[in-house]
Structures are given as C-alpha cells and as structure tokens.
C-alpha cells in the first residue's frame, strides 16, 4: 500500500468509509478494536472494553453517526427523552476534543463480574486549543439484557490531573 498523509494521523485518506484506522484509545485497528463495539455488532465483554469504546465513540462523534448513539445506548438514563439526550451530548462534545487515552487501574469488571470500576486518564483539547488532562474513575455494571453499561463516575478527590474539562469523556452532560 502506498503511504497517504492521513495514515500518519490516523484515518484513512481513499478509503470511502469514514471509518478510522487507528482505535482513538489505543488499542490497535479500529475495526478489530472499538469499531464493533460502537457499530453494534458486538457487545464488550469487558468493563475495559465498554470504556475504550466509549471514549472512541466521544472522540469519533463528529464523524459518525452511530457514535452518538453509542453513548446514549450506554449510558442509560430516566427522566429525559433521548432526543433532549442526544442534543445535550452534541452540544458537550463539540466543546472538546480528545487527544488520547491511558488506563491506569482495573477494579473487576471481567466478564464475570457485576460491576467494574476503571482509572483513566484523557488528554484533550478545547476549541482554544488549551489542552488538559482529565483523570477520573468511573464505574460500570450490567444493564437490563446483562451487557456492560456506564454507570457513574466516582469522585478521586485532588489527582495531579493538571486541568478539569467542563465535561468528563464519560459523562452524559446535564
Ligand atoms: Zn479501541
């Protein structure tokens, strides 16, 4: 294959598809990593793997569709119609872009287990290009069908996170 400027960024230049083809978390090929995930052809088996995907979908949002809807799939919540969810979620995330992500801790969350709660850190940048770290731990269960979903994120007091987002890449926006 001939090397095309946007392989080095990431995403494919020819391709039709816009699809990525590096995973924005890090975890290797988008297709064999978060892209099933966030297409719903599959479900994570993971807690880990639920929020990888869930971050590639924050940082893939602008570019497709199925994204947003990733996120509102799971991250399930009462007391607001989807549509009034999904227009909240655009207007947080166009606010912010993510840059990359690093898990730092592991708390169950296997297959087996009922619950997880995982330990990152984001880095991102805003439309002022100020850039920033967001560290947060955030806690995953098993929804109505057993698949994982995005529960909350828990509070780690002061980390050395050296910049607070207005919005956690976890988090549903009020
Ligand atoms: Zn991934």
Redesign the pocket.
């Known amino acids: 294959m001939t090397p095309v400027p946007g392989v080095s960024l990431g995403f494919r230049r020819q391709s039709s598809s816009p699809e990525p083809a590096a ?6 090929a ?1 297709g064999s ?2 892209g099933p995930s966030i297409a719903g052809q599959q479900l994570a088996v993971t807690a880990e793997q639920l929020m ?2 869930r971050y ?1 979908a924050f940082a893939l949002w602008a570019r497709d569709p199925e994204a947003i809807e990733y996120l509102l799939r799971t991250h399930p919540e009462t007391g607001q119609t989807a549509a009034a969810r999904r227009k909240a979620l655009k207007e947080s995330c166009r606010n912010l872009q993510w840059l990359s992500l690093k898990v730092l801790d592991c708390q169950n969350g296997s297959p087996l287990d009922q619950y997880g709660t995982l330990t990152f850190e984001a880095r991102w940048r805003d439309r002022d290009r100020r850039e920033g770290v967001l560290r947060e731990c955030s806690r995953f269960g098993r929804g109505e069908s057993g698949e994982w979903i995005y529960l909350e994120a828990l509070s780690l007091g002061d980390g050395p996170a050296d910049r607070k987002p207005p919005q956690s890449p976890a988090t549903t926006p009020p």
């Not at 995973?23 to 290797?28: A, E, S």
């Open positions: 995973c924005p978390c890090g975890g290797g988008y990593c978060c990888r995907s590639s």
